[in-house]
Nanobody, 127 residues
Framework: QVQLVDSGGGLVQAGGSLRLSCAAS????????VAWFRQAPGKEREFVSA????????HNSAFVKGRFTVSRDNGRNTVYLQMNNLKPEDTAVYYC????????????????????WGQGTQVAVSS
């Protein structure tokens, strides 16, 4: 059982930045793909970004448009999402998720593929 703890959310003005963290209880996370999803009030959950276990494969949703950067520190069992130039439409609860499949250079954009989820961290962007 892998436990994920999301943190780093907050309230920022449009154009501001936040760095989200996803810390895992199990070092096996270093061998798994990790993704970020978000869910705004009244909307479906949507894929944001994902990074393979090695960091060599990264995929972002089109709306990221170079504003968000996913990275990982396998020595710290932590994955990050650096978000710059935030917009009001980025307001949502952000969740990290991982799939318990070791050493696969694969990215999955469907939430159904992921086995473990963090509790979410709220990001609010004011105009």
């Amino acid at each position: 059982q892998v436990q994920l703890v999301d943190s780093g959310g907050g309230l920022v003005q449009a154009g501001g930045s936040l760095r989200l963290s996803c810390a895992a209880s199990d070092r096996m996370i270093s061998t798994y793909v990790v993704a970020w999803f978000r869910q705004a009030p009244g909307k479906e959950r949507e894929f944001v970004s994902a990074i393979s276990w090695s960091g060599n494969v990264i995929h972002n949703s089109a709306f990221v448009k170079g504003r968000f950067t996913v990275s990982r520190d396998n020595g710290r069992n932590t994955v990050y999402l650096q978000m710059n130039n935030l917009k009001p439409e980025d307001t949502a609860v952000y969740y990290c998720a991982t799939k318990a499949e070791s050493y696969k250079e694969m990215i999955y954009t469907s939430g159904d593929e992921y086995d473990y989820w963090g509790q979410g961290t709220q990001v609010a962007v004011s105009s």
